[in-house]
């Protein structure tokens, strides 16, 4: 049987908190009724953190992975740990400094698509350097012009939000879906959009990710190499900073 986690960072990324009751237990680890912790997905890595029982002794969370379903959220505790018992109550709590830089980090990439409005190939999010994958010839991009843009979106300091949409209304708009190999799950009749700027001004496309409320959360971002990756495929790399001095 399939577990169904309540998954509370879909609706409030920033929860660095809450109650939980273990569910199961698998040779995967643990899995829980609700939980705060982003399951590795979409080029964003699982949370890691800890929970704290009522004893006070805690249990080492090194990953968080899915299950059989992006609804089966599973806790990966750290070696040698000892395991909760199923119907324990637990106290969570995500690592939160690692989960905000994945958080500006995922928010940069989707600014990243905006500066570069090409089919998506690859894309990997990680704490201090990211790369998004583009279809796209050598067009003469520059790392000083797209960082300059970028830089233009996060000073403007547009609302980050998300919205759910229908299979249909997906369907009657194909060019939300950026990449251009991964198709967003369908069949639930709920698709979610992550949306930047007053009413989607700036972008807005299917994503499960957790990110920042506004641009200008992200800080300061420069891209660090553009690769070429094949005829047509750059990478670019994100990282955090100002642009190195040449």
């Not at 949370?47 to 002794?57: I, L, P």
């Not at 939300?176 to 369908?186: A, E, I, M, T």
């Not at 496309?205 to 971002?221: A, F, N, W, Y």
Request: charged fraction near 25%; proline fraction near 6%.
């Amino acid at each position: 049987m399939v577990q169904k986690t309540e998954a509370l960072f879909r609706d409030d990324a920033y929860l660095k908190t809450a109650e939980a009751q273990v569910v199961a237990i698998n040779d995967r680890g643990i899995l829980l009724d609700r939980t705060i912790f982003y399951a590795t997905s979409g080029g964003q890595p699982g949370d890691t953190g800890m929970f704290e029982r009522a004893d006070g002794s805690r249990v080492a969370i090194a990953a968080t992975i899915t299950g059989e379903t992006k609804d089966e959220i599973i806790h990966v505790p750290a070696p040698e740990q000892a395991l909760p018992a199923v119907g324990e109550k637990l106290r969570v709590a995500v690592d939160w400094e690692r989960r905000h830089l994945l958080m500006r980090m995922h928010s940069a990439c989707h600014l990243l698509t905006v500066v570069c409005p090409f089919p998506i190939t690859g894309a990997a999010v990680a704490e201090d350097d990211s790369r998004v994958d583009f279809d796209i010839p050598d067009a003469g991009f520059t790392k000083d012009d797209v960082t300059a843009r970028l830089m233009e979106l996060v000073r403007a300091d547009h609302p980050i939000f998300t919205r759910l949409i229908t299979d249909e209304e997906l369907a009657a708009n194909p060019s939300l879906v950026k990449s251009k190999n991964v198709r967003p799950p369908v069949g639930t009749g709920k698709i979610r959009l992550v949306c930047i700027g007053e009413n989607a001004s700036v972008d807005s496309q299917p994503c499960g990710g957790t990110h920042v409320k506004s641009t200008g959360e992200v800080g300061e971002i420069h891209i660090g190499k553009i690769e070429k990756k094949g005829r047509e495929n750059r990478r670019f790399r994100i990282r955090f900073g100002p642009m190195p001095a040449n």
